[in-house]
């Protein structure tokens, strides 16, 4: 289990972008948090990857545990190694390094060559696209094929938390409809995910727990399926009709959608879509798989005992 507790984050000693800030995410659970620009989505994933340092940013109080492990002083590459692994906004794979060398830069830490290949069978298994253009310069891709090179890169030392920052940004609505399924997939297989995203509609449809982070703190949190009938998150962060987030919104709410495009001054894909992509079989056995599928049995929306949206918390 992924803990955060009580942390308090500061850019520069000046600005302060999470305040005592708890998390909870369940093993083989999905936690969605949402915000507005700025409500410090980011820092909370910088700071679960050990990577917060390079931005600047200190943890000033509070703790974040990956199974009873401290996590903060952490180096990133320790952190992987424990199993944490942190997919960037904006995909950051190598442009000029070819796909395969996408891939296997994701492994470097990987030394056990049994896992090497199981993790690379997986990757190939789940994203073919990415083993028919496995020689071409990755810069080369469609946007949305670059996000799927980023997560297969995380996949890659078989993490057991994968934490994602918007992978829908700037891609066209059917991609992003992909990606949902793709994510939803990789947690079928056992792995638990953090999903920050401001397509909240996505986001939703994904997780089983949502948080909901305003100017660096927790004002809401409960069962995702609570939240998104919420009102309150409604008006706020979906677009009317957006069950899935890939219908697009209207352009008028405070956080951005899949179809609204050009958000950063980043292009959206004019890709229609990648091609049908169709959920891998699932051999049993395979060591990504721990124990029976997380989702099998199980409800949505309240597996990690987090109170309802009737009793939902706002942290001050
Ligand atoms: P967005 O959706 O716009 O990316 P966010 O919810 O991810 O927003 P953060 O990027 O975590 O928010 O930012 C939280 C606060 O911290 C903001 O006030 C932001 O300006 C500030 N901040 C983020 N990164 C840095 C940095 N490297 N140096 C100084 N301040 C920063």
């Known amino acids: ?31 969605a948090v949402l915000g507005s ?14 990577t917060l340092r390079h931005h600047g940013g200190r943890v000033g109080a509070g703790s974040v545990t990956l199974d009873g492990t401290p996590l903060v002083g952490r180096d990133p590459a320790a952190i992987v190694r424990l199993g944490l692994v942190h997919v960037p906004e904006g995909r950051r794979i190598f442009e000029r390094l070819t796909v395969e060398e996408n891939l296997r830069a994701g492994a470097a830490g990987v030394r056990d060559r049994a896992a090497w290949t199981r993790a690379r069978a997986r990757v190939q298994e789940m994203f073919g696209i990415l083993t ?30 994968l934490v994602l920052d918007e992978p829908s940004l700037g891609l066209a609505p059917k991609v992003v409809g992909q990606i949902g399924e793709i994510l939803r997939e990789i947690n079928r297989q056992g792995t638990t995910i953090v999903l920050v995203e401001q397509n909240a509609a996505l986001a939703l449809s994904i997780a089983d727990t949502a948080y909901v982070l305003d100017l660096g703190r927790v ?15 409604a008006r706020l962060y979906l677009p009317a009709g957006d069950t899935d987030g890939t219908s697009g919104g209207t352009g008028e709410r405070p956080v951005r959608t899949a179809a609204q495009g050009n958000e950063g001054g980043r292009r959206v894909d004019a890709e229609p879509s990648l091609g049908p992509w169709v959920p891998p079989r699932r051999p049993s056995g395979w060591p990504w798989q721990r124990g029976r599928s997380p989702r099998d049995g199980r409800s949505r929306g309240n597996g990690s005992g987090t109170k309802s949206l009737s009793d939902v918390r706002t942290r001050g």
């Open 219 to 233: 004002s809401l949190s409960g069962p995702a399926a609570e939240l998104a009938a919420s009102d309150a998150v």
């Open 1 to 31: 289990m992924l803990n955060v507790t009580d942390v308090t984050v500061t850019y520069q000693n000046a600005v302060r972008a999470l305040r005592s800030v708890n998390i909870s995410v369940p093993d083989s659970g999905v936690v």
């Open 132 to 161: 028919e253009r496995a020689h071409q310069r990755a810069g080369l891709l469609s946007g949305g094929e670059q996000q799927m090179l980023a997560i297969g890169r995380a996949l890659m030392s078989s993490p057991r938390v």
């Open 37 to 50: 620009n700025g409500a410090g989505k980011t820092t909370l994933l910088r700071t679960v990857s050990g």
